[in-house]
């Protein structure tokens, strides 16, 4: 079975500018979790969607802002990047909301 | 204020001796705890989980132990493996939000040397 994907894996963008992150999630699987992972430190959850309504929320400013779709997959937006949104963006689904998560490979940004 | 603390960054182990790592957290609603495996450039691999009304689960190598009244969880793995030199990450979360936020410690780099 193909497990959690995402797009892109890389992407070079500059301050100022608003990029799209995509998940697709395990099949089966309604839930889907953004995470942000900086160097030496642990994932941050960001948001998380259960059957297209979001479920939480983290700490992160109203420039992040995502949404599932009916196939379950996942889009994470950041509108008016700043430098400090260089990092690792990390999907995870599960099969409800509370469940173990499993994440994808993650989508490396940098923002100059 | 970090919620989940894993002390040490780095641990090396000799390869068939035991590998434990440490987790502590401070808020006692946590009722699930979760541990992860990253090797550079993947994402974080689940491993095992336990719940607070367990004090020990086993697969296989892992084990989990759990002393709510220290608030501390530790990973046992046995024996340890040059496959198993990776960041493991703990993570905990509670039930009655739903919410499935997991929160992370800051991880510790097991290397375990041949």
């Known amino acids: 079975d193909a497990g959690v994907t995402q797009s892109p894996t890389h992407l070079i963008k500059t301050r100022g500018q608003h990029v799209t992150l995509r998940c697709s999630p395990i099949?089966?699987?309604?839930?889907v979790s953004w995470y942000q992972q900086v160097l030496g430190q642990g994932p941050q959850f960001i948001f998380q969607?259960?059957?297209?309504?979001?479920?939480g929320r983290g700490n992160f400013p109203d420039r992040f802002s995502a949404r599932q779709f009916p196939n379950y997959s996942s889009e994470l937006n950041v509108n008016a990047l700043l430098l400090g949104d260089s990092a690792l963006y990390l999907c995870?689904?599960?099969?409800?909301?509370?469940?173990?998560?499993?994440f994808g490979p993650g989508t490396r940004l940098t923002v100059l | 204020d970090q919620q989940v603390k894993q002390n040490s960054p780095s641990l090396s182990v000799q390869e068939g001796r035991i590998s434990i790592l440490n987790c502590d957290y401070t808020?006692?609603?946590?009722?699930?705890f979760l541990w992860y495996k990253k090797y550079p450039a993947e994402g974080p691999t689940f491993l095992i989980s336990?719940?607070?009304?367990?004090d020990k689960n086993e697969d296989g190598r892992f084990t989990v132990f759990l002393n709510k009244s220290a608030k501390h969880l530790s990973l046992h793995i046995v024996p340890s493996q040059p496959g198993d030199s990776a960041v493991y990450f703990c993570?905990?979360?509670?039930?009655?939000?739903?919410?499935?936020?997991?929160?992370f410690g800051q991880g510790t780099t097991l290397q375990v040397k041949p």
């Open positions: 336990i719940s607070s009304i367990k």
């Open positions: 995870a689904s599960s099969p409800g909301s509370y469940n173990e998560q499993f």
């Open positions: 808020n006692s609603m946590f009722d699930y």
């Open positions: 969607y259960y059957e297209k309504e979001e479920r």
């Open positions: 993570a905990a979360t509670y039930g009655s939000s739903n919410t499935g936020k997991l929160i």
């Open positions: 099949s089966g699987h309604k839930s």
